[in-house]
């Protein structure tokens, strides 16, 4: 099973100074700063996906490429671009969800083709339009949902008729680049269906969209219909989906590949699981930067929290954490002063929540018995919650923790 990270221009700087929290003053981020694959070793994925509104923009908004980031990436190619190793793979998609109320996908074929060879994907997915909704008896299907399958299909056709024109599949007597087709259902019959024309276009690789907000029963529903259908040499993508547990249920019916922000995202976006070991998740301490926290800066502003005493508990706090860290500080000291800077933002309930959530982390200290190259050199600054630098590192650890499981399962 092969793990493919979705792009979001994730990258740490490896002269990062974490007790004075700034960056150097020589850094240059797209010539100095490191992805995952380069942060740890080994790489915790097997190959990259980058969506088209995340490097060009969409009708959302700006995309998340600075106008140089965008030129450099079309005109070096997306694996020197990303320093990636000739073993990984890359993935191009449209990133269906960022125009999942439009009537239509806002590209056409051509202008999406020319994203993907211009940045030189080894793979691309034909456009398609997500489906929302789960009908498994196939009775009064929402005519929006069959409409947004076959406008999938009928894109997914011109897709493969463009890239045989192009002769994008064939590259210098060697395999090039391989077109993905892309199939939208609401049932495990709709999706069979999908899959059983995408055949008949040509498709040899078929990735699975819609599939996020289903339950895992439901998953396996559809991909046991799909089986039924697949021709030999066939093999499917699931699009966003994780669930390390499923996965060896999943692999019986020929999913090869999977892409997921789940493990990066939780290190900074979950209350909870921020720290992931073999065994669980732990929540990370929160140690808010007075001058980067927005409630933080808004009491002060009102003169409810003085200045002088936040940064005087934030400084408490990290000094004590660095001093527990090397064994010169006790559980309740640390505590004692997390939650005293903690209650200076007027909330007695995330007082009593961070107690009982960060104690266990402080006391069960899991970045101690971590392999992974960033918590050997980082240490507690790892399971520290405080800007981008710790919080994106806590992520790609998250990763090398999923690699390990995958791995695991590949044996098992």
């Known amino acids: 099973m092969k793990f493919y990270f979705p792009d979001s221009q994730d990258q740490v700087s490896p002269t990062y100074d974490f007790i004075n929290d700034e960056h ?6 797209q010539r100095d700063d490191l992805y995952a694959h380069q942060a740890v070793t080994p790489a915790p994925y097997d190959g990259i996906l980058v969506s088209k509104p995340i490097v060009d923009g969409s009708a959302k908004g700006a995309g998340k490429y600075s ?31 960022n125009y999942i109320d439009e009537e239509r996908p ?52 011109k897709f493969i008729a463009a890239v045989q024109k192009r002769n994008a599949n064939v590259l210098n007597g060697e395999q090039g680049f391989e077109p993905v087709g892309a199939a939208q259902g609401w049932s495990p019959a709709s999706y069979a269906d999908s899959v059983t024309r995408l055949q008949e276009m040509g498709y040899k690789r078929i990735a699975l969209g819609g599939m996020v907000p289903l339950k ?28 390390v547990d ?52 808004r ?35 640390v505590m004692e002063a997390l939650c ?16 009982k959530r960060c104690r266990p982390t402080l006391i069960d200290r899991p970045w101690k018995d971590c392999p992974c190259a960033l918590c050997r050199e980082h240490k507690i600054e790892m399971v520290i919650f405080r800007g981008s630098e710790r919080n994106k590192r806590r992520g ?10 995958m791995s695991k399962l590949a044996f098992v």
């Open 299 to 333: 009491l002060v502003l009102a003169g409810v929290v003085s200045q002088a005493a936040a940064i005087k508990a934030e400084r408490e706090c990290l000094r004590l954490l660095r001093k527990y860290d090397k064994g010169e500080a006790e559980v309740d000291e």
């Open 24 to 29: 150097s003053p020589y850094r240059v981020r």
């Open 340 to 355: 005293t800077y903690q209650a200076l933002l007027g909330d007695e309930k995330k007082v009593e929540q961070l107690e």
């Open 67 to 97: 106008a140089p980031q965008r030129e450099r990436l079309y005109r070096l190619g997306v694996r020197e671009f990303f320093r990636i190793p000739k073993s990984m793979r890359s993935l191009g998609d449209c990133g269906a969800f």
């Open 246 to 297: 499923s996965m060896k249920e999943f692999a019986k019916y020929y999913v090869g590949s999977f892409d997921s922000t789940s493990a990066f995202r939780q290190a900074f976006m979950d209350e909870r699981n921020n720290y992931h070991t073999a065994e669980r998740a732990y929540t990370a301490i929160r140690v808010p930067q007075v001058d980067g926290n927005p409630t933080l800066k």
């Open 216 to 243: 895992t029963h439901e998953i396996v529903a559809c991909l046991k219909k799909i089986a039924t259908v697949r021709e030999t040499g066939v093999d499917f993508h699931l699009l966003g989906i994780t669930r």
């Open 396 to 405: 790609f650890h998250n990763m090398t923790v999923l690699e390990a499981k």
């Open 106 to 157: 806002p590209y056409s074929v051509e202008q999406v083709l020319d994203f993907y060879l211009g940045c030189q994907f080894d793979s691309g997915i034909s456009i398609d339009h997500v489906i929302f909704g789960y009908n498994p008896t196939d009775e009064d299907v929402d005519p929006s949902w069959v409409k947004r399958r076959e406008v999938s299909l009928e894109l997914a056709e």
